[in-house]
């Protein structure tokens, strides 16, 4: 259908949802390319604003106030399209498609003792996302709900890199209450890797978590808390990369004329061609999968 016979209100989803629909790293590229077929500014400007505030949400669009990362998320929204940081207890807007900070104006954060227990989760935190991730941000936030109060833990990685054709991203989730003896931890880690030369491949892995950890002051609480997110994320990594050597297997199976064994045994192609005494020049390929999701094909 001809955007021409579309009402306005049509125009604004259809707008909207190919907007929410860009993977991680290429909104902006996404938003150019429809200003181009829509041709009206105000138009794609209101519905670029709206869809850049959600991306930010669905990817934990990460930021730097005051030499400190924020990463942007449903739970740290104060509404009329603002977010707000604990740390420099800002409140602020963010414009996706300038990449600007707009609006800034200070937050009140009530100084108890479940802010000085989110601090000591932050300080445990960073030390395993400095030590696992090449350019990670991680934040925690502290949150009420009906009386309770929990915390908020966020981790992202990402490595955009659209002039080699491929964006990655890691990002995870933990969230638990503050109890005084016993609590439990819900987590979802999520990848995903988008590689666009020749083929236009997606790839999105997620899995949902639930563990328990005892609470005997907030220091030890802390560290186990860093410990079981350093355990479940190694299990889930190294899980996805047997995983995709499994397909890898099969997709190279599938190429092959004829089964033939996967021995993982290196070839010294120069000293076979040297004893033929032959010139040759084999056509490689690999996959290389890493922590930060790096996704690239070289042929």
């Known amino acids: 259908m001809a ?3 579309l009402s306005r209100k049509e125009k604004e989803k259809a707008i909207r949802r190919l907007l929410i629909q860009a993977p991680p790293g290429e909104f902006v590229n996404a938003f150019d390319d429809l200003c181009l077929l829509i041709r009206d500014e105000k138009l794609m400007h209101h519905q670029g604003e709206c869809a850049g505030h959600q991306h930010c949400q669905k990817y934990s ?7 400190n990362p924020v990463l ?3 739970h740290n929204v104060v509404g009329d399209f603002r977010f707000f940081d604990c740390q420099s207890k800002l409140s602020f807007r963010f414009d996706l498609l300038q990449n600007q900070l707009k609006d800034i104006q200070s937050h ?5 003792e479940s802010e000085y227990l989110r601090n000591v989760v ?4 960073k030390l395993y996302v400095n030590e696992h991730f090449p350019s990670g941000n991680c934040n925690v936030l502290r949150k009420t709900v009906k009386y309770k109060e929990f915390l908020i833990a966020c981790i992202e990685n990402h490595n955009y890199q659209s002039g080699d054709c491929w964006n990655g991203l890691w990002k995870s989730k933990w969230i638990f209450q503050i109890n005084p003896f016993l609590t439990q931890v819900t987590g979802r880690i999520f990848v995903q890797a988008h590689y666009f030369r020749s083929v236009n491949l997606h790839v999105e892995i997620s899995k949902d978590l639930k563990e328990s950890l005892e609470v005997v002051n907030q ?3 802390a560290l ?3 410990r079981l997110v350093e355990e479940q994320e190694n299990k889930f990594q190294a899980a996805v990369l047997e995983e995709l050597q499994d ?3 099969e997709a190279l199976r599938k190429i092959l004329r004829r089964d033939l064994p996967v021995t993982r045994t290196l070839i010294d192609w120069q000293r076979i061609l040297s004893d033929l005494n032959l010139v040759m020049y084999p056509k490689l390929g690999y996959v290389i999968y890493s922590r930060s999701v790096l996704c690239n094909w070289i042929i």
Request: net charge neutral.
């Open 3 to 5: 955007l021409s016979v």
């Open 224 to 226: 186990n808390f860093a």
């Open 72 to 74: 942007l998320s449903h």
């Open 122 to 125: 932050l300080c445990a935190l």
């Open 108 to 112: 009140g954060i009530i100084r108890n």
């Open 247 to 249: 397909l890898s297997n």
């Open 61 to 67: 669009v990460p930021l730097c106030i005051d030499g």
């Open 219 to 221: 220091a030890q609480l």
